[in-house]
Nanobody
Framework: QVQLVESGGGSVQSGGSLRLSCAASGFTYSSYCMAWFRQAPGKEREGVALIASDGSITYTDSVKGRFTISQDNAKRTLYLQMNSLKPEDTAMYYC????????????????????WGQGTQVTVSS
């Protein structure tokens, strides 16, 4: 049984930093996609960043240069370092994962992910 558990959310002022963590258990695929998504009230879920098992990384444009996705394979943990936070970054942040098939590629489309965490709230005040 796959479980993804996020932590690290909180409330910060504009310009501040937070680091989100996602502890994965039962996720044993050697080829995979892992990603961070966020959803603000009244808005659609948005892909923020992804990392593939081959180390390739993708960011959505609005977070490039401010957010960094990384993973610790030994700890089976995914991270999202968020710097220079803005009020528009306020949202519930979710960790997601899926197996990656041959000739498949990772993307920030939420429909492709079948494992999700419960979310952690990030609030940025101006």
């Amino acid at each position: 049984q796959v479980q993804l558990v996020e932590s690290g959310g909180g409330s910060v002022q504009s310009g501040g930093s937070l680091r989100l963590s996602c502890a994965a258990s039962g996720f044993t695929y050697s080829s995979y996609c892992m990603a961070w998504f966020r959803q603000a009230p009244g808005k659609e879920r948005e892909g923020v960043a992804l990392i593939a098992s081959d180390g390739s990384i993708t960011y959505t444009d609005s977070v490039k240069g401010r957010f960094t996705i990384s993973q610790d394979n030994a700890k089976r943990t995914l991270y999202l370092q968020m710097n220079s936070l803005k009020p528009e970054d306020t949202a519930m942040y979710y960790c997601a994962a899926r197996a990656r098939e041959i000739y498949d590629y990772c993307s920030l489309s939420s429909r492709r992910y079948n494992y999700w965490g419960q979310g952690t709230q990030v609030t940025v005040s101006s």
